[in-house]
């Protein structure tokens, strides 16, 4: 075996959080080597998350808008319509996609190996290639970014084939008549409300009280009724007691209290859990936590101080967005650089309709604060809304007990994931609702809303002052 390769800067892994800590690095002058054990460069956001899901989601987008604007024609999907034909473009975007990471890491001099990395030492890696030879680098800071993967609950026989994961979902030959999703997180809501929107009889199960439960409520109950006036249909509080495949053509779930039931397919989607066991972690003397994450400070540091751990291994949000600005923050504390003021991270989840939400949102704001002033601005009463048929939707304000700074933005419809950012530049800024009732919004736009919740607000203050002064 050759001797040791030392770089500044080894990141493990070249998902979201893995590919930020790298060019960070590398613009900082650093000699950056990325370690990546699957074929391409992007990790599972690009190959079987992110990327694959959202594009289906957009043929989905297109039926229901399709529908939406047709009044003579019944449109619906072809039964046993191969799923290929709904992601046409994905080989593209992928493709496009891998190529531009591609020639950022080529542009900033970052050396990229495929193979597989364990640790020998605190400081050691052998990387196993491809082509089965050995190699030891060192580095100086190391950044473990090795993603997740979809957790495989005891007793559920998944075969890829009937009873599939959130990886293999897309594998499926043709759309399924039926879908059955266990689970009540940001990966199950999301299929299962896609699914449902490309005419499937989904019926998403979940052992909770309600899905997204770190969500704003009213925006849930807004999203299950939209997915059960789809077609859908929410089983709540049930636990699930056996799934099995019939051998014909059924996968058949009983729940706890004896209900039964059949579909064509089903998705688990019950949480991820952190890709670490192959890196050797015994070796640097770092354990895992009860929940199987790596432990890491605010600054996404280890017990040892010149390892990092970011993305999905640390466990929740488990957003690519949040994920990046963890590769970011992690590499510039290791090299001393100014990290730069720490926000609040817009969450985005992709169902039908989106949802977002930044800052604290309703019930976070009474527990803080005990009273709270809430605004609201529903998309049917917004020109936008009613011209684009946008009219499943809702914009919350969340203010201070005197109805002046804004505490928080919630947003359900379609849209919600571009809108969040308005709220959250003036989070950063610490707006005041008065500021929204100021600025001059372009009519028609969905972006009026944030004007109209303010507004909202500003009556209730006013109340409280005309019933104060009586």
């Known amino acids: 075996m050759n001797p040791a390769t030392h770089y500044d800067i080894v990141v493990i892994g070249s998902g979201p959080a893995g590919q930020k800590a790298a060019i960070q690095g590398a613009k900082a002058g650093k000699r950056v080597a990325v370690i990546e054990r699957e074929p391409g460069i992007g990790g599972g956001c690009v190959y079987r998350g992110t990327i694959p899901s959202k594009t289906l989601?957009?043929?989905a987008l297109q039926l229901e808008r399709t529908k939406q604007s047709s009044t003579?024609?019944?449109?619906?999907?072809?039964?046993?319509?191969?799923?290929?034909?709904?992601?046409?473009?994905?080989?593209?975007?992928?493709?496009?996609?891998?190529?531009?990471?591609?020639?950022?890491?080529?542009?900033?001099?970052?050396?990229?190996f495929h193979g597989r990395a364990k640790f020998c030492s605190p400081t050691l890696i052998e990387m196993l290639s491809i082509d089965g030879i050995k190699q030891l680098i060192t580095a100086d800071t190391i950044v473990i970014a090795t993603g997740s993967r979809p957790r495989a609950p005891v007793g559920i026989p998944?075969?890829?084939?009937?009873?599939?994961?959130?990886?293999?979902?897309?594998?499926?030959?043709?759309?399924?008549?039926?879908?059955?999703?266990?689970?009540?997180?940001?990966?199950?809501s999301e299929y299962a409300s896609i699914f449902a929107a490309l005419g499937v009889h989904v019926t998403l199960v979940d052992r909770a009280d309600r899905p997204?439960?770190?969500?704003?409520?009213?925006?849930?109950?807004?999203?299950?009724?939209?997915?059960?006036?789809?077609?859908?249909?929410y089983c709540a509080g049930q636990p699930v007691k056996d799934v099995h495949w019939d051998g014909i053509s059924q996968v058949v779930t009983t729940l706890l209290d004896g209900q039964m039931i059949k579909s064509d397919k089903m998705l688990v989607a019950v949480g991820r859990q952190p890709n670490l066991e192959d890196l050797n972690l015994s070796a640097t003397g770092l354990t895992l936590t009860e929940k199987g994450t790596l432990a890491v400070n605010e600054h996404c540091q280890t017990a040892i101080p010149h390892i990092y751990g970011v993305g999905d291994l640390l466990g929740p949000p488990g957003l690519a967005s949040a994920a990046?600005?963890?590769?970011?923050?992690?590499?510039?504390?290791?090299?001393?650089?100014?990290?730069?003021?720490?926000?609040?991270?817009?969450?985005?989840?992709?169902?039908?309709?989106?949802?977002?939400?930044?800052?604290?949102?309703?019930?976070?704001?009474?527990?803080?604060?005990?009273?709270?002033?809430?605004?609201?601005?529903?998309?049917?009463?917004?020109?936008?809304?009613?011209?684009?048929?946008?009219?499943?939707?809702?914009?919350?304000?969340?203010?201070?007990?005197?109805?002046?700074?804004?505490?928080?933005?919630?947003?359900?419809?379609?849209?919600?994931?571009?809108?969040?950012?308005?709220?959250?530049?003036?989070?950063?800024?610490?707006?005041?609702?008065?500021?929204?009732?100021?600025?001059?919004?372009?009519?028609?736009?969905?972006?009026?809303?944030?004007?109209?919740?303010?507004?909202?607000?500003?009556?209730?203050?006013?109340?409280?002052?005309?019933?104060?002064?009586?």
């Open 57 to 59: 989601r957009e043929s």
């Open 72 to 112: 003579t024609l019944d449109v619906c999907v072809p039964p046993n319509i191969p799923v290929a034909s709904l992601m046409r473009r994905v080989d593209d975007v992928v493709k496009a996609h891998g190529l531009y990471m591609e020639n950022q890491l080529r542009r900033n001099g970052i050396s990229f």
């Open 158 to 188: 998944i075969d890829h084939e009937n009873i599939l994961d959130s990886d293999s979902i897309l594998s499926m030959i043709y759309l399924p008549r039926s879908l059955t999703v266990l689970g009540g997180g940001v990966v199950a």
């Open 212 to 233: 997204l439960q770190f969500l704003d409520e009213e925006l849930v109950r807004m999203f299950v009724q939209s997915f059960e006036q789809g077609g859908g249909r």
């Open 324 to 470: 990046m600005e963890q590769g970011r923050r992690a590499v510039c504390h290791a090299l001393g650089l100014p990290e730069g003021r720490s926000s609040d991270i817009p969450i985005g989840i992709y169902t039908i309709p989106e949802m977002a939400s930044i800052g604290l949102d309703e019930a976070a704001g009474r527990a803080r604060y005990r009273e709270v002033l809430v605004g609201r601005a529903r998309f049917d009463e917004i020109a936008r809304g009613q011209i684009s048929g946008i009219c499943n939707g809702l914009l919350k304000l969340v203010a201070d007990p005197t109805g002046e700074y804004l505490l928080g933005v919630q947003i359900v419809g379609e849209g919600a994931t571009e809108l969040i950012h308005v709220g959250q530049i003036a989070l950063q800024h610490a707006g005041t609702i008065d500021s929204f009732v100021e600025n001059i919004f372009n009519f028609p736009t969905l972006a009026e809303g944030y004007r109209i919740a303010a507004l909202d607000i500003v009556g209730q203050r006013q109340k409280r002052l005309a019933s104060t002064s009586a």
